[in-house]
């Protein structure tokens, strides 16, 4: 059975694709009626010498891009020069890089540090230390903790809604466990009403023939699944687990989140197949 094609993993160029330009100097300094140096013919009827650099802009564009890619901001270029508004020898330019042209806040500053940690510890997936935190806003690893601590000592004081709290692996935001009955009936009751039939029955199949790969979902469901496994992903419901040893293929299987959805204590305890997939007897089946 052929494996199903992901039809997001192909996007073609767009009409313009051929009309890239750029607007930047290609040539160093100001234009000259000078002859070209690299070899170009001169009209001998004294006609106009064509310009290079218009004629030669795609090509040029798509070196730019290149050098771009190979030589990110801060970085040397080949041929020695600074790109995106790094130093020629090298030097690391940090923050003054990435922000470019904006200005950045004022760190030293206590309530605009406060304001930066927030927005960073808002958006990690996992708990961050102090020092990666102090790296990043590029101060010293003392001051970035006790102000974390007194963050978290505020929070608590005034009762916000989330708690920020040190593990062993580093700082992270939690809800605050006053308020965690509202955020559990969010979560559970919400997504559960919008995961769509095609997305149950792929889980069903998962729960049921775990390990399995994305191709073999398919196979049982006749139809591309591509977009659903992304969706239960997403959901946290499942998750992947190593590569198949005969095809290579990604092997899905259910997280912890989905035997607390269903109220499970573990595989075992998953009802029948039959009343999910009704053309299926038992897991052999599939």
């Not at 009309?19 to 001998?44: F, L, N």
């Not at 802009?57 to 270029?77: C, K, L, M, N, T």
């Not at 139809?223 to 499942?238: C, F």
Request: hydrophobic letters at 35%; a negative charge; aromatic letters at 4%.
């Amino acid at each position: 059975m052929n494996e199903p094609h992901d039809i997001d993993a192909h996007v073609g160029p767009g009409p313009g694709a051929d009309a890239v330009t750029t607007d930047r100097a290609v040539t160093g300094g100001p234009e000259s009626d000078s002859a070209p140096t690299d070899g170009g013919a001169v009209d001998s009827t004294g006609g106009e010498v064509p310009d290079l650099a218009a004629a030669g802009g795609r090509d040029i564009a798509a070196r730019d891009i290149a050098a771009a890619v190979e030589h990110p901001a801060g970085q040397d270029s080949a041929d020695g020069d600074a790109l995106g508004g790094g130093s020629a020898d090298g030097e690391d330019t940090s923050l003054t890089a990435v922000a470019q042209d904006r200005v950045l806040p004022d760190v030293s500053e206590y309530d605009t540090l406060v304001s930066a940690l927030e927005s960073m510890l808002l958006v990690v997936d996992a708990p961050v230390g102090e020092e990666t935190l102090a790296g990043a806003l590029e101060q010293p690893v003392d001051r970035v903790t006790e102000t974390l601590r007194t963050m978290a000592e505020d929070y608590t004081d005034r009762g916000s809604g989330f708690d920020l709290r040190r593990s062993a692996e580093g700082w992270r935001f939690y809800t605050r466990d006053t308020y965690a009955p509202f955020v559990e009936k969010l979560l559970l009751d919400g997504q559960r009403s919008k995961l769509t039939r095609a997305a149950l029955e792929t889980l069903a199949v998962i729960a049921y023939r775990q390990p399995v790969t994305r191709s073999r979902v398919a196979a049982v469901r006749g139809v591309n699944v591509d977009g659903v496994i992304r969706t239960l992903v997403q959901r946290g419901l499942i998750e992947e687990s190593g590569a198949d040893g005969e095809s290579g293929g990604t092997l899905y299987v259910t997280t912890e989140l989905f035997l607390e959805r269903l109220g499970l204590e573990s595989l075992n305890d998953l009802p029948p197949i039959a009343p999910l997939l009704p053309e299926v007897d038992s897991i052999d089946d599939i």
